[in-house]
């Protein structure tokens, strides 16, 4: 008997194929669902040998991702930093915008403060000539802005309206030696005349000898002059000279306004000049 | 030690069937049967017994890991093992366009005798026309690669077993 199977070995061999075939399919088809012992054994042969044949296609994906996934990175970081450049800017404007409404804000308090009416004007220039101290600034007559109208912060005076064109006027601004304003020491009532020196410092003339001034006194406008209203501040006293030696008491001063920081200025309307002052 | 050698050539085809042959399957719409060129590559280079319990363990494989009728794989490349390996003895040659006429008419009867078994043994299941558009498919994919496939794995046969590859082959033995 084994000696005829060995002879007809491929025979058997084909034979014993299909009867294990078909034995297994018929198992398969009958018992739908539920795994036999074949399929167990050749699952556990054939799992690890999955799970290892996987590992570099898993490497090759995570690469993949892990590539895409830098590319995007890369993408979202020059997104982020042209958004960073644009947040920047968008700060600075804010910052430049928070100044300029704290300025607003202490404008709109100091024009509160006036017995006039007051409109607020944006500084367009300044005049760089050594030769005079002005300031052109976007309001003009349309806006009922007329020559010799006093121009004010929330420091003080800063000049008055030398010149009012249609839509722009020029300032004549404290610190140019054509300026004089009649102040009065506010904590005395010593009466003087506020003007620049040559030098470029300011002085108080026409002060009695005898007045009682101290440096850090207030030197408020007297409103003699018909320009500036009574009370406006204009000028600080920083240096007081002895009493006595000459016939008026010499004092300097500096005016009350910072005119390196100025953007912002107030144009007191005063009804009077608006009537028609040339 | 070339037993290990067709352990290993079976590991590597169950591996590219199931890792390789999906980019194969994303690109062209079907998949190669790797499994099947093995079977005739085994049938060519170690005769219709080998080439039948090879074909048998490997189809019996696929079936496990494909999920489908249990045994059919296993009989289709038995048999296809079998019949490479009875061929040898008539048809002498190792060129490529026989090697892959031997893939397509393996994959011919891989695909109909698939079909049968089903209706043999699933009759409720439809057969649909799709799978006759991918079977041509993979028929020429394995048709277009067995050449490929057989030809490295006989050239790496020869160059690691040279005492013991071809002997099958009549113009050797």
Redesign the interface.
Known sequence: MFQLILER??AT??TS??L??????????RRQGSI?L??RG??S??GP??EA??A??RWMRDLGRQYLLLRDMREENLVLKKQITAMRGLSFQLRELEAKVRRLESQLTASRGLSVPVRLAHILGQDASPFGQTLLVDLGTSHGVRHGMPVVNQAGVVGRISRAGQTASRVLLLTDSRSAVDVIVQRTRAQGIFSMAPGGKGEVRYLATDSDVQEGDLLIASGLGGVFPKGLPVAWVTKVGPKGERLFRQVEARPAVDFNSLEEVLIMIAPEQEAGRP | MIVIFYCLVGAGAIVFQSTVSEYFKAWLGARPDAMTLIVVYLGLQRGQETGLIGGFFLGLLQDVLTGGLLGANALSKGLIGHATGSLRRNVSGREALFHALLAFFASVFNSTLMVTLLFVFLPDVQIHPQYWLEAGKTTLLNTFLAPLLVGLLVGAEERIFPAAAGTPYPERS
């Open positions: 070995r491929s061999l084909l194929l299909f294990i075939c078909f034995t297994l399919m018929t198992l398969s088809v036999t074949i399929e050749a699952l042969i054939a040998l999955l044949a996987g570099p296609k």
